[in-house]
């Protein structure tokens, strides 16, 4: 079984700071890519920015010079560093983590349960 589990949500004031951590846990081979989506009130779930195992980003044109993703390999762990939040960036943040079970298994998906991210003065 695989568990993703986020941390470090809250509220925050326009203009300020957080940073989002996501574990991954149990057993398997290895982690393909990361992710952080978001889904605010009566809107689709997006993608906000993915980081795969060698580093290489990419990020929504909505937060691109605002947040920043980043992973440690050797604790399974993503990090979402959030800059100059706007109220717009209201959401639930879910995370992602592409885990291949096995070395011949295919990557399944697992997501987080979420964590709220209120921007509100």
């Known amino acids: 079984q695989v568990h993703v589990v986020e941390s470090g949500g809250g509220l925050v004031q326009p203009g300020g700071s957080l940073r989002l951590s996501c574990a991954a846990s149990?057993?398997?081979?290895?982690?393909?890519?990361m992710g952080w989506y978001r889904q605010a009130p009566g809107k689709q779930r997006e993608l906000v920015a993915s980081?795969?195992?060698?580093?290489?980003?990419n990020y929504a044109d909505s937060v691109k010079g605002r947040f920043t993703i980043s992973r440690d390999n050797a604790k399974n762990t993503v990090y979402l560093q959030m800059n100059s939040l706007k109220p717009e960036d209201t959401a639930v943040y879910f995370c992602t983590a592409a885990v291949r079970r096995t070395v011949v298994s295919a990557p399944n998906d697992y997501w987080g349960q979420g964590t709220q991210v209120t921007v509100s003065s």
């Open positions: 980081i795969t195992a060698r580093g290489n980003t």
């Open positions: 149990g057993i398997f081979f290895h982690i393909e890519d």
